[in-house]
């Protein structure tokens, strides 16, 4: 069974500070994936990447960025994170086309 | 990406089988219909996916007319734990893809 590992369920930061969240899937999935679910806005995706140091943006990059030194991992960071980035982020790791399996988010609160 | 259409909310009660019915009018040929699962405060969980006539796992069935313009997520003997929101997503086999949740259908489940 796949197994998508986020590393915190709840986080809680402060305007300003640079946060990082962790993915880590136990495939070899070339593919993952990072989300953000917002109540009325559905699934958007903001970063993805196809293999080891490679990115691509996604629709809403604008204050993230990316990092995939090993094939099961990928971390999002948001630089200086913002109010309006508080959200529930979700990570997904697939091969090829095949469906995407999420881990179970984290909840995101910047204060 | 073809666009999707399904009801909003359904209810059902405990023990009777629930159909959604979803619509993707522009589906292509090299498409695949998928369905996930999502409860709250979780990641989106893979249910089935097919091309076409009908595709049954330990979950659920998936029932594809030969127009492919439609599908049926048919969820047998359901149960409280069935209540979620439920999406379906039209998505191409190669490479990766993008996947963009619409509002999905909100089930019910009663005792």
């Known amino acids: 069974d796949v197994k998508v590992t986020q590393s915190s369920r709840y986080l809680v930061k402060r305007t300003g500070e640079k946060v990082f969240l962790e993915c880590v899937q136990d495939?070899?999935?070339?593919?993952m994936f990072w989300y953000r679910q917002d109540p009325g806005l559905g699934l958007r995706l903001i970063y993805f990447?196809?293999?080891?140091?490679?990115?691509e943006k996604g629709d809403i990059p604008e204050g993230y960025s990316v990092s995939r030194e090993k094939k099961e991992r990928f971390s999002l960071i948001l630089e200086s994170a913002s109010t309006n980035q508080t959200s529930m982020y979700l990570c997904?790791?697939?091969?090829?086309?095949?469906?995407?399996?999420f881990g179970d988010g984290t909840r995101l609160s910047i204060l | 990406l073809a666009k999707t259409t399904q009801p909003i909310s359904m209810d059902s009660y405990e023990g009777q089988e629930v159909n959604i019915t979803c619509s993707h009018n522009?589906?292509?040929?090299?498409?695949?219909i998928t369905w996930y699962q999502q409860f709250p405060s979780q990641g989106p969980r893979f249910i089935i996916q097919?091309?076409?006539t009908k595709v049954t796992n330990e979950v659920a069935s998936l029932f594809i007319p030969a127009d492919r313009k439609s599908s049926t997520l048919s969820l047998p003997r359901v149960s409280l734990s069935d209540t979620a929101v439920y999406y379906c997503?039209?998505?191409?086999?190669?490479?990766?893809?993008?996947?963009?949740f619409g509002a999905g259908t909100r089930l019910a489940v009663h005792p």
């Open positions: 997904a790791s697939s091969r090829g086309g095949q469906p995407q399996h």
């Open positions: 997503l039209v998505l191409g086999k190669g490479g990766y893809n993008k996947l963009i």
């Open positions: 495939m070899d999935h070339e593919n």
């Open positions: 522009n589906i292509a040929t090299n498409d695949y």
């Open positions: 990447s196809y293999d080891v140091k490679m990115k």
């Open positions: 097919g091309y076409k």
